[in-house]
């Protein structure tokens, strides 16, 4: 089973804020055509996406040119930074980016979610994934993917690792 990892397309949004679950549409300057002939050659039994719009459509693209159908699943979504989505970095409280870089697994932010819950929903996918035994072609998010590759590639999680460059393919062998 091969997975080709894909980053969504630079969002329409100021760099420099928290945008997390907000449903940002992609920068219309966002040229999907690199990601579309990084694909060419790859053979997806199935295509995921998460729901969030400049994931999903990256993904219609795709299927388009791959012919094959998009499944969208709520567990490919970003980590919810509850009050922290659509702030400036810099004006998140410094002590709680603080209280974040000390404990990235269980700190929370405000009305959010925490990186172990992101992990439990993103390793639930990768089991059923796995399960699955397909190739295929996963549009996603920075969090969610670089904590998909690791578990794919039997890796530990890092929860602040970087994370893959927007429309980045990377691809997983079996």
């Known amino acids: 089973m091969r997975t ?3 980053r969504h397309l630079r969002p329409a949004i100021p760099s420099g ?9 992609v920068d219309p300057h966002a040229d999907p055509g690199p990601v579309l002939v990084g694909l060419v050659g ?16 990256l993904a219609e693209q795709i299927a388009a040119q791959h012919e094959v159908r998009v499944h969208t ?3 490919l979504l970003e980590m919810h930074f509850g009050a922290w989505e ?4 810099d004006n998140i ?5 603080d209280a974040w870089a000390a404990d990235p697994w269980g700190f929370t932010p405000p009305g959010g979610e925490s990186a172990a819950q992101v992990l439990a929903r993103v390793r639930d996918f990768a089991d059923h994934l796995i399960a699955a035994g397909q190739d295929s072609i996963i549009v996603s998010h920075g969090g969610p993917l670089k904590l998909l590759r690791a578990l794919l590639t039997h890796q530990p999680p890092e ?8 429309g980045e393919i990377i691809i997983t062998p079996s």
Do not use: H, K, T
């Not at 804020?17 to 549409?25: E, H, I, Q, S």
């Not at 659509?86 to 970095?89: D, K, L, M, P, T």
């Open 86 to 89: 659509g702030q400036s970095w």
């Open 73 to 75: 699943d709520p567990s």
């Open 42 to 57: 790859f053979n997806a039994a199935r295509i995921w996406a998460s729901p969030a719009l400049r994931c999903a459509s």
């Open 93 to 97: 409280p410094r002590a709680e980016l």
């Open 159 to 166: 929860a602040l690792a970087p994370p893959p460059r927007f």
């Open 4 to 6: 080709a990892l894909i």
């Open 17 to 25: 804020v928290c945008y997390g679950r907000l449903d940002v549409a």
